[in-house]
Nanobody, 126 residues
Framework: QLQLVESGGGWVQPGGSLRLSCATS????????TGWFRQAPGKEREAVAC????????NYADSVKGRFTISRDNAKNTVYLQMNSLRPDATAVYYC???????????????????WGQGSPVTVSS
C-alpha cells in the first residue's frame, strides 16, 4: 500500500516561492505517476500538475504554467512542487496523489488517482 506525506506548506507573501515535497513509502515510487492537486476554501479540488513514472513527462494546469514546476527523485522516493510568483489565489490545501495505470496525460483527471496524502496548507497573503 503506497503512502504519501506532504510537507513544505506555510505562509508566503504574494510574489514569493515555496517548495512542497511529497514523500512516499510502502511501495516502489517509480511504479506510479504522481500529481499535485489543491482545494481552496469553498471550492472543489483541482489538478495542478502531474509527472510520469520516469519523470520525463509533465503537465500543468493553465493557471500555473510557467510558475510551478513538478519534479521527482525516485532514489529519494520524493516528488516536488516548486511554486514561484505565488498569488493569493494559490491559497489552498495542496495534496499529492499517485496512480499506476494512466500516467500523466495533458488533461489530468482526479478520478484516476488512488492514493492520497493528507494535504499541506499554503497561504499566500500580505
Amino acid at each position: 500500500q503506497l503512502q504519501l506525506v506532504e510537507s513544505g506548506g506555510g505562509w508566503v507573501q504574494p510574489g514569493g516561492s515555496l517548495r512542497l515535497s511529497c514523500a512516499t513509502s510502502g511501495s516502489t515510487q517509480e511504479d506510479y505517476a504522481t500529481g499535485w492537486f489543491r482545494q481552496a476554501p469553498g471550492k472543489e479540488r483541482e489538478a495542478v500538475a502531474c509527472i510520469s513514472r520516469s519523470g520525463r513527462s509533465t503537465n500543468y494546469a493553465d493557471s500555473v504554467k510557467g510558475r510551478f514546476t513538478i519534479s521527482r527523485d525516485n532514489a529519494k522516493n520524493t516528488v516536488y512542487l516548486q511554486m514561484n510568483s505565488l498569488r493569493p489565489d494559490a491559497t489552498a490545501v495542496y495534496y499529492c496523489a499517485a496512480e499506476k495505470f494512466v500516467g500523466c496525460p495533458r488533461r489530468i483527471s482526479i478520478a484516476t488517482y488512488d492514493y492520497w496524502g493528507q494535504g499541506s496548507p499554503v497561504t499566500v497573503s500580505s
